[in-house]
């Protein structure tokens, strides 16, 4: 009953953390199909010619906010918590919101308002991986970890619906605009209320030397007292206990310490190898890249099925394939086939260029397309999940706020890099993009290979002497005989007792 408990208890709170990443994927999405609605452009009084400027700016400056706001979280969920941290980032983000979807009149108002709910989500992104793997039992934190790019292509899936459904439902008015940004508040609200409702984390809680709170919140999270859990608590406590006696003094040079630079390395890549698979520039610009491979005008109804797509493949992955093929295997298996992916695409475009104007889609473009799609669903079964996961993984709990924060800046500024260079890419080299993304691919699958380290079912105080830190590594066998035997001594001294 304990375990069954412990994890619902753990799918709830990681659920609900979640919501987050929902909220980044869907304020994202749907505000590119937001600007190009008649009734938008009509009350912000937006021009033919400055409507790529105004698309380009709605989207670089919430990437721009959420940049900067990795920095400033990182010091604050340190000293505060995670649980006030992500109710803070939803905080900011309704407010953000509000302003949005409020008619100004104003392009000025409605960017600083971009940039507000950019700062709220940008913390979001951090600390919700890092809150998740904390707190999630380590036989299933692959799949735990998994549920924030689950709740990404739900966001992002949403979102093109929300566009295509007010579009077609609803006439040229204020409201048509106003219902697809006014409804992030829900998500917004839901994360912000419910972190009054939930447990700090318990590896928070023991650095921070609360270690009486940090038990009652393990003891929750795994659904009551075990020796199992008496265990865990052990290790988390060691663990905590020999990076303290390690690293004593050092302030910024632990950064500095050979293992740690190697793990900022690997998480500042691997977010540069999510963008180099090109996934994120097709999510996007998903109706202008299904144009540029021939699908005719039913661009958008198709982009809405691309986001279906990409959420029965990722619940896929976490349902099944997570905990058994690994994170190593699944970068390296979704890397190839990508690549693979992308050169088919740049072949069958490249031989059949799509006829400028044409309104219906032809055999290539349904081939094309299709290969779009399939490139998606192998994205959100390795390099979609697996980063997010793997980061907030793989550091010591003295640097983790630190290191989780790097590789999310790192997304976001690369993310905004690619951004602007895909538009222009598709327009100026047409079919050689898709072939630059292959070759992208191919490069990710020897860099895995080569750099990432197999993290399935350890518990992230066995990480350290996974990455060879033999000053901070403790010995887990040593320290659950060391709680078995206090329990048994507990136990006898009760019998004489009684």
């Not at 640097?399 to 790097?406: K, Q, S, T």
């Not at 990432?452 to 901070?472: H, N, Q, Y």
Request: hydrophobic share 50%; aromatic share 14%.
């Amino acid at each position: 009953m304990g375990e069954r408990l412990g994890a619902f208890r753990a799918w709830y709170l990681v659920a609900l953390s979640c919501t987050g990443s929902f909220l980044f994927a869907y304020d994202t999405g749907v505000v590119g199909g937001v600007l190009t609605l008649q009734s938008f452009q009509i009350d912000f009084r937006i021009a033919k010619v400055n409507q790529s400027n105004v698309s380009s700016n709605a989207t670089s400056l919430l990437q721009a906010g959420a940049f900067f706001s990795c920095f400033f979280v990182w010091p604050f969920t340190a000293h505060f918590g995670r649980r006030w941290s992500i109710a803070l980032a939803s905080l900011i983000f309704c407010i953000g919101g509000v302003v949005q979807v409020i008619n100004t009149h104003s392009l000025a108002a409605f960017y600083v308002a971009r940039v507000i709910s950019g700062i709220g989500v940008g913390m979001a992104t951090v600390i919700i991986p890092m809150y998740s793997a904390e707190m999630a039992p380590k036989q299933i934190r692959g799949q735990l970890g998994s549920v924030f790019q689950f709740f990404f292509t739900l966001g992002v899936m949403t979102s093109y619906w929300v566009d295509y459904g007010v579009s077609q439902h609803l006439g040229p008015t204020t409201q048509q605009w106003q219902i697809p940004i006014g409804l992030q508040l829900v998500p917004g609200g839901i994360l912000g209320l419910g972190m009054l409702f939930t447990k700090e984390s318990a590896r928070w809680l023991a650095k921070a030397g609360r270690i009486e709170e940090a038990m009652q919140s393990l003891v929750w999270i795994r659904g009551g007292d075990s020796t199992r859990v008496q265990e865990e608590f052990a290790e988390i406590i060691a663990g905590i206990q020999e990076e303290e006696r390690a690293t004593e003094g050092l302030t910024w040079k632990e950064y500095l310490l050979p293992v740690n630079r190697f793990r900022f390395v690997i998480v500042i890549t691997l977010q540069i190898g999510v963008q180099l698979t090109g996934n994120t520039s097709l999510a996007y610009y998903a109706p202008q890249i299904f144009k540029a491979v021939g699908a005719g005008d039913q661009s958008l109804l198709i982009s809405g099925f691309f986001g279906v797509i990409k959420v029965a493949s990722c619940l896929f992955f976490l349902l099944f394939l997570v905990e058994k093929i690994g994170r190593r295997g699944s970068l390296i298996g979704g890397a190839f086939l990508m690549g693979a992916y992308m050169l088919i695409i740049a072949c069958l475009t490249a031989t059949h260029p799509p006829v400028v104007n044409q309104s219906q889609i032809t055999s290539t473009g349904a081939a094309a397309v299709a290969m779009v799609y399939l490139e998606a669903m192998s994205y959100n079964i390795s390099w979609g999940p697996v980063p997010w996961l793997y980061m907030s993984e793989i550091f010591p709990s003295r640097i983790r706020e630190a290191g989780v924060a790097v590789g999310t800046a790192t997304q976001w500024l690369f993310n905004f890099v690619f951004s602007q260079i895909t538009p222009h890419a598709i327009n100026n080299i047409g079919w050689r993009t898709f072939l630059m993304f292959c070759i992208f691919n191919w490069a990710l699958v020897v860099y895995a290979w080569f750099v990432i380290k197999e993290t399935k079912g350890k518990s992230l105080e066995e990480m350290e002497a996974l990455f060879g830190s033999s000053d901070t590594a403790i010995d887990i066998e040593k320290v659950h005989e060391r709680v078995q035997s206090e329990r048994a001594q507990a136990a006898n001294e009760k019998i004489q007792a009684a």
